[in-house]
């Protein structure tokens, strides 16, 4: 198969699509509302109906097989985001964000999450066509990947604090931060929270920890925990993207497609947020689907990489067979979810 490459056309009406819809998104959420799992189901069908529309257009544009190499990474990465989703509650829950601010939160952090994808695409997909031997450190990663989640506990009494997260305290030592949300805001001036108080603060503020103040030590700008949180948000999206860009290359090669494929999938990432909040519960057998297709996907980049690299076993797998395993793979964890839903039978029985 010839290589897809960049097509300008593509790539104008892809940025274009892109660039109109965050625009879309945030004119239409910009008012201080929280967001109901209506409006959040409604937008969710929006970005799912669009990542399906590019993927008609490569269809009826290029061929068929572009197409598909395009919606399995789309689904796949839409798959690996469920557990990004788990984390980011888990942060929420840590800082006490909620409502619209973590809305707000959640826009910064996937427009971050766009600039890094970006560079870890052109990085990984650089890799993998300078060298076909590149695939069996990828389809190693991708394996690892499966087992880190298969031997994450089932429980979830145990849940990370990340108020404590590396990130935070990092940011805690670079800026000085004001302990206490200040309406949605990422910052505060030292007038703003002091203003009117005996000595400024200064002197509640100078004894190098949590003060009466609220402040962890004197400064001009602070941090809330709002930016704390997002700071959290975008460490651990980065932690993800080693995750899923190397399983999402293995389904394709193809930089374009691959960056599509993800961007597709981040874009809807803030309304699923809130749908999969709701719905969380009840895909208990989400998570199992997800890492058999981790194992698929690591198994098909090894033997990918043992035909080019070693010899050719006679054994390919096409991009419509891709499509529709990982496809299927997802349609059964969603199925044996509510066929089987022993998880939740077992907690409400106790």
């Known amino acids: ?34 967001i109901s ?46 557990d990004n989703l788990m984390v980011f509650m888990a942060i929420f829950a840590s800082f006490s964000i909620k409502g619209i601010l973590q809305h707000r939160i959640l826009y910064y952090g996937i427009i971050g999450a766009l600039v890094f994808r970006a560079v870890f695409v052109v990085i990984g997909t650089g890799l993998f066509l300078a060298s076909p031997w590149v695939g069996f450190l990828f389809a190693a990663f991708v394996i690892w990947s499966a087992i880190k989640m298969l031997q994450q506990p089932d429980d979830d009494e145990d849940i990370e604090d990340y108020s404590n997260h590396w990130s935070v305290r990092l940011t805690g030592k670079l800026i000085p931060v004001y302990t206490k949300l200040h309406l949605e805001r990422f910052f505060v001036r ?34 809330t925990p709002a930016f704390l949180c997002l700071m959290a948000i975008e460490t651990s999206d980065i932690a993800f993207a080693f995750d899923s860009v190397p399983a999402v290359i293995a389904v394709t090669q193809e ?53 080019h690299a070693i010899s050719d076993t006679g054994v390919h797998i096409s991009p419509g067979w891709s499509l529709a395993i990982v496809l299927g793979m997802l349609a059964l964890g969603v199925i044996a979810s509510f066929v089987f839903p022993e998880k939740e039978e077992a907690e409400g029985k106790e």
């Open 190 to 223: 030292h007038r703003e929270i002091f203003e009117g108080a005996d000595g400024g603060g200064g002197e509640a503020a100078g004894n190098g920890g949590k003060s009466a103040g609220g402040v962890t030590r004197a400064g001009a700008l602070y941090a």
């Open 255 to 307: 930089p374009l497609l691959v960056y599509a494929a993800m961007i597709f999938a981040i874009l809807g990432l803030r309304s699923l947020y809130f749908v999969l909040a709701a719905l969380t519960k009840y895909l208990v057998h989400l998570e199992k689907a997800v890492i058999g297709l981790l194992f698929f996907i690591g198994a098909k980049m090894a033997l990918q990489s043992w035909n």
């Open 37 to 82: 799992l209506r409006d959040a189901t409604g937008w969710s069908i929006f970005w799912v109906s669009l990542a399906l529309l590019f993927y008609g257009y490569l269809w009826l544009r290029f061929d068929k097989s572009w197409a598909d190499l395009y919606l399995a990474g789309y689904a796949l990465e839409k798959s690996l985001s469920v």
């Open 1 to 34: 198969m010839e290589h897809f490459g960049f097509p300008l056309e593509t790539i104008l009406i892809f940025f274009a699509v892109v660039a109109v819809s965050v625009y879309l998104d945030l004119f239409a959420h910009k008012k201080s509302t929280e």
